[in-house]
């Protein structure tokens, strides 16, 4: 009996080297970061442009709420409302916050307006998004 070759697949000088795959492969990630590294970094942008816009916005609103309170108070008046809007504003971080703060007050015989405009801080150049917050009371009466 004449003893038997072993197949080409058997034979470990003949099986295909792991180490030869990688080679067919180099450089891969490197492309493959060239692709989705842009597209990670604009969803961060996104993300802490998004966070900045609705933090401005909040303060804003706040302020105008905080001034509303202060130009519907029984003895209030319109410029009550501005400065504590304004007050609130600077308090909340300013210029930081909200760049070219703003605030206008109205009141009536039954109600007080105060709205608060200025910019949100942007991370993309030469965009930045307005914002605007109004908000109404009636206004203190004792009868």
Known sequence: MS???PSSSSNPRHARHPRQTWRSERGSSTIEMAIV???VLALMFLGIQSAL???A????LTAATEGVKAAAAEHGQAADGTATALAFVADAGGDDVLPDAAATATTSATTATVQVTGHSMSVIPGWTPDITATAT???EALR
């Open 137 to 139: 009371a009636p206004r």
């Open 53 to 55: 816009y609705f933090h």
């Open 57 to 60: 916005r909040t303060v804003a």
């Open 37 to 39: 590294f842009p597209a």
């Open 3 to 5: 003893p038997t070759r």
